[in-house]
């Protein structure tokens, strides 16, 4: 069964850190593409961050040098820490995997909200 499980959103403070996780199975997570995208309510989802099989990353302007995207292929899993946080970055954030000629596989979404 492909299956995309996030975890670790929550409420953080205006400043707070976080730590994303998504764990695939039924992949073959070492030649996907991993990415991260929120959205927030009224708007589109947009790309977050993402990663490719050999490890190089991607950011959008709006997070560079506050989050991190990694992965591990040993567990599967992918990750996002999350940096310097601002009521902004408040949205569903999804996991999305991706190899080319295939379908986009998305995880159910985690909520991440910053107070001011």
């Known amino acids: 069964q492909v299956q995309l499980v996030e975890s670790g959103g929550g409420l953080v403070q205006t400043g707070g850190s976080l730590r994303l996780s998504c764990a695939a199975s039924?992949?073959?997570?070492?030649?996907?593409?991993m990415g991260w995208y929120r959205q927030a309510p009224g708007k589109q989802r947009e790309l977050v961050a993402d990663i490719t099989s050999g490890g190089s990353t991607n950011y959008a302007d709006s997070v560079k040098g506050r989050f991190t995207i990694s992965r591990d292929n040993a567990k599967n899993t992918v990750y996002l820490q999350m940096n310097s946080l601002k009521p902004e970055d408040t949205a569903v954030y999804y996991c999305?995997?991706?190899?080319?000629?295939?379908?986009?596989?998305w995880g159910q979404g985690t909520q991440v909200t910053v107070s001011s």
């Open positions: 999305e995997s991706y190899i080319s000629g295939f379908p986009h596989i």
């Open positions: 039924g992949i073959i997570f070492s030649i996907s593409t």
